[in-house]
């Protein structure tokens, strides 16, 4: 059988992504479950993450979210059977773990797929899910009546928060990047009950759009909103075209109303001693958004579960409904996880 895997490059050598043959223990470990992969997700992968923990290997299993069926149980697993149909995301700690493959052994992180909800669907939608899970009931805490502002709205994580949010009662507002996803933003709808809009100000940050901070103020009448969301954050004021498209730490601080809280997704985030003046001013929390989180502590595994069931779940019955992936077959992998890989904020699924 064939797995991808990363060759990290040695100092400025570049990352290669190979498919070469593998193979998985004939006998079972009692506590894992072994699937045969249906679909794949691919997603940018964060060696030195996986430097500070202590992972380095010359190959990295590539591709964690994957979908399935269970085609052999051990000893000590009693919630899944044969030809279940499972989706989970594979541990890094695992040393017979090889995600992209025909077949995998899958340590504690399994649920069951609801028959209607598509393999390649779930793997390609089930990291950002997570993701919007962790940020919103995790580190925000948000409750029915809160005002939310998600940068890039249009992007795939950023419409997981959108819908997570609105279920939940929690006005919206997000940002456009192209006049093609503030459209896209604006006609939004739940797949069920009243069809309002699910964002109420899609605010537009191209071509010389108007003030993030005004738009916001104007609209909770100069209260600032009670969580911000960014899918990445502008240090400087001089940067790139596509950077001037990310807020500036100065502005997302600024439109935090009192007892704010601030999830972000930059992990070189830096502030200077007058932003941390106005966070303290507002009384206002920093959270960091780490994806790996849940793998740190086995403490944490139930809690884990019931995140991935809940977000499978929400997915089968239409409260969430990620953008589609066109899946690429296994020849392609290569290809599209150098992509990945490289613009970092994409994504792919890979069909078996």
Sequence with gaps: MKGLYCRAGVGDAETKFVIQETSLPEV??????????KACGLSPLDLKLLADVGIQRDLIPVGREVAGVVQQVGKKVSFFQPEDEVVGRILFIHD????????????RSPVQKP????????????????????????????????????????????????????????????????PQKHT????????????????????????GSPDLLSVVLEETG????????????RLQEEASEEAKLLPHKHDII?????????????????????DCRLLHLKSASLTFLNPEVWTASSSQQGRYLHILKDIVDKMSTGVLRPQPEEAVPLYEATVAMETVQRQQKTKAVVQL
């Design 28 to 37: 079972l470990s009692s506590n894992l479950v072994r699937v045969q992969v």
């Design 96 to 107: 017979e773990t090889d995600p992209i493959n025909v077949c995998v052994s899958v340590s």
């Design 115 to 178: 028959e209607k909800l598509s393999s390649v669907c779930v793997a390609g939608a089930l990291r950002d899910g997570l993701c919007a899970y962790t940020a919103l009931h995790t580190h925000a805490r948000m409750a029915a009546g809160h005002t939310l502002l998600v940068t890039d709205g249009a992007s795939s994580f950023g419409l997981m928060c959108i819908q997570l949010a609105c279920y939940h009662g929690v006005k919206v507002l997000t940002t456009s990047h192209s």
């Design 184 to 207: 896209f933003l604006e006609q939004l709808r739940p797949s069920v009950g009243v069809q309002d809009p699910l964002v109420a100000k899609v605010i537009p940050v191209y071509d």
């Design 222 to 233: 100069g209260l600032g909103v009670d969580i911000v969301i960014d899918s990445g954050v």
């Design 254 to 274: 600024s439109v935090l109303g009192v007892g704010g809280h601030w999830v972000t997704s930059h992990k070189d985030l830096q502030l200077d001693p007058p």
